[in-house]
């Protein structure tokens, strides 16, 4: 065969083969379609005397490659300039030669989804596909239900895992379009399901009342083994009578599957958390996510036993509990992509309660990049809500103020429920602190009303009422404390943290009185330490040493709160923390520039940088002293050894040359 003229691309013109190399266009466009060498080939070129030398001479026009298949731009301009009557007929035909074969399309479905032709048999095993890819990579699955649907699927019969495959990726308009239309129909196909994805994405918004609305819509009768799922969120939206009912109308359906055990454990764990004595309802949500984690379901879920233990953990006073059981949730994969963010989140609110901000920051960033979709309603909630609490933590008013703007935006978007009340009580304190109670009163209002439609559980309602005996503190408001302090006084019956709780908040109120004994003081430090609060417990601590009488009980408490905080009184290598109390004890100042940073061309300390830190965020001595826990005294001897050794003549000269030693971050006001 004559060698053919070059089109613009180098490669032979496409357009020029005709005539006796008409029959090499066929072959090369029967290749791109998706037909093979040796076979199988359509029809027509089966039946072709000489054929290997018609693929010769597909091999010399430079548009064959070794391996049987058609150069890239070969192939989209034959498949371009095709007619397309006659591509679907190729295509057709091609399908029936591998299914008539016993082999699966795999990918050849995909492609041919995509071109445009609608098969059933092509849509049927895109389908089967992502049926089998929805638990994961729900991510796959929506590429695949969507080609079936481009492939001639209605997309009817599966519209509940379509919308299941979508939230577990994070889409939650997506899922809640589809999940939208499904519900409205007279016979919604896997109705059970479809109420299941909507639940689960209602929850995710932050609205979990309309989760248990979802629920109730289905009724008891059609609730089957969701009825677990259905008692999440009713508990969860303040009405557990509604999830008794349910519960009690009969054992789910079913065989005893890890799935179904898990579910089982979850809601008899959430009912426990309820009464009086919960101290069997966390290894009963522990057991729950273990089983949960066996068996790498990625159903739609409310909230995922993983968090739910977290969350009891958490409530009673057990972070570390909390980080092992989020550890291992996390570590399986435990509800799918969708529940990563929340299981970092709480994983970055064990870390802050046990005072490990930067463990909770990495945790937080985790969250942030967990998933190519922006954090869903209640993720962002908790998350503004961490950000407020390092930053009061850490002392950052400007960041504080940065933190509550944002969380301020956060709260607007979602409603309380029984899951969300650390966010709200961490909200409450930073609220007060920046005398901005009434931007969260109605909240605050709906989270007692939450509690009080469950009978005031004492898991639930004591960490609520510490955050607003603070709040009250912060406030300075008396009558507002008291029935929170009575509260706690009341569930210590039951509560070992409540207990902890009510003596701390007595001691607090007797420090702020100027009427405490250091030792009382000293052991409600100790037992908020011993709850997973060591920054309450050496702040309480701190605070009372800058208002004791005597040096000996100050250097008692300094020293407690350096024990239960150390993170609160950084050194740098090889500096002693014993040297500043030796200090206080006798009255004279700290040696000269001990354990300066080397390399550092200020010559000041670690301990020295922090004062001047404070100093430039114009804190007093006796606010440094409490921020690093060191006496107002020792903070002043600090200020005058950075004077001297800096040149400074006044206090102005002295925040100048300060703010040049710290560098940019610290410019002039």
Not at 101 to 122: M, T, Y
Not at 355 to 372: F, G, M
Not at 571 to 597: I, M, S, Y
Request: one cysteine or more; aromatic letters at 4%.
């Amino acid at each position: 065969m004559e060698s053919l003229p070059s089109d613009e691309s180098g490669l032979p013109g496409i357009s020029e083969l005709t005539g006796e190399s008409a029959v090499v266009r066929e072959l090369l466009l029967a290749l791109s379609v998706g037909f093979m060498l040796p076979a199988p080939l359509p029809q027509s070129l089966e039946n072709q005397e000489g054929l290997e030398a018609i693929v010769a001479a597909a091999r010399d026009t430079g548009l064959l490659l070794s391996d049987g298949t058609v150069v890239g731009t070969a192939r989209y301009a034959l498949l371009k300039r095709t007619p397309t009557p006659h591509l679907r007929a190729l295509q057709r035909e091609l399908v029936e030669k591998v299914v008539a074969e016993g082999r699966p399309l795999d990918d050849l479905a995909r492609d041919l989804a995509r071109s445009g032709l609608q098969d059933a048999r092509v849509a049927a095993e895109l389908e089967d596909a992502a049926n089998n890819a929805l638990d994961t990579d729900p991510q796959l699955a929506v590429d695949l239900y969507a080609e079936a649907v481009l492939a001639g699927n209605s997309g009817l019969e599966n519209s509940a895992k379509r919308a299941q495959a979508a939230a577990a990726t994070g889409d939650l308009d997506g899922a809640g379009r589809i999940v939208d239309r499904l519900l409205a129909l007279p016979e919604p196909p896997d109705l059970r399901l479809g109420v299941d994805v909507a639940a689960a994405v209602w929850a995710q918004r932050g609205m979990l009342a309309r989760s248990a609305e979802t629920y109730s819509w289905l009724g008891p009768e059609r609730l089957d083994g969701s009825a677990p799922l259905a008692a999440v969120a009713m508990i969860g939206s303040g009405n557990a009578g509604r999830a008794e009912e349910i519960l009690s109308a009969g054992p789910p359906s079913g065989s005893p599957t890890l799935l179904a055990v898990a579910l089982a454990l979850t809601q008899e764990g959430l009912r426990q958390t309820l009464g009086p004595a919960p101290h069997a309802a966390l290894p009963e949500l522990i057991r729950a996510s273990d089983m949960m984690n066996a068996s790498a379901a990625a159903i739609p879920l409310p909230e995922t036993p993983g968090a739910l233990a977290a969350l009891c953990a958490l409530h009673n006073g057990e972070p570390a509990s909390a980080e092992n059981v989020l550890r291992a949730a996390l570590a399986a994969g435990q509800g799918g992509d969708a529940a990563r963010p929340r299981l970092f989140l709480l994983q970055a609110w064990s870390a802050m309660q046990q005072d490990n901000a930067d463990e909770a920051r990495l945790a937080i960033n985790e969250a942030v990049k967990a998933n190519h979709w922006s954090l869903v309603p209640r993720d962002e909630l908790m998350l503004a809500a961490l950000e407020v609490g390092l930053a009061r933590r850490g002392s950052d008013v400007h960041g504080l103020v940065v933190a509550w703007d944002k969380a301020r935006e956060a709260m607007m978007h979602v409603s309380v429920d029984l899951y969300s009340l650390l966010p709200w009580g961490e909200l409450m304190i930073a609220a007060a602190r920046l005398r901005e109670t009434r931007r969260v009163a109605h909240y605050l209002d709906a989270a007692w009303e939450l509690l009080r439609k469950l009978g005031n559980p004492p898991l639930w309602s004591v960490p609520v009422h510490w955050a607003a005996v603070q709040a009250a503190l912060l406030s300075e408001d008396p009558a507002g404390l008291a029935p929170h302090a009575a509260a706690l006084v009341r569930a210590s019956e039951h509560s070992q943290l409540a207990a902890v709780l009510a003596a701390g908040g007595k001691a607090w109120v007797s420090v702020l009185a100027g009427r405490f004994e250091a030792p009382d003081v000293e052991a409600a430090a100790r037992g908020l330490a011993g709850v997973g609060m060591p920054w309450e417990g050496a702040r309480l601590a701190g605070h009372a040493a800058a208002h004791a009488e005597e040096r000996r009980e100050m250097v008692r408490l300094l020293a407690c709160a350096r024990d239960i905080h150390p993170q609160g009184a950084p050194a740098a290598a090889g500096h002693d923390r014993t040297a500043e109390p030796r200090n206080e004890v006798a009255g004279a100042p700290a040696v000269e520039n001990p354990g300066a940073a080397a390399g550092d061309p200020s010559g000041l300390s670690a301990r020295e940088r922090e004062v001047a830190r404070l100093l430039l965020e114009g804190k007093t001595y006796r606010e440094i002293g409490e921020a690093i826990y060191i006496s107002p005294r020792t903070a002043e001897h600090h200020v005058a050894r950075m004077r001297r050794r800096l040149g400074a003549e006044n206090r102005s000269e002295l925040l100048a040359r300060l703010r040049l030693a710290l560098g940019d971050g610290y410019p002039p006001p």
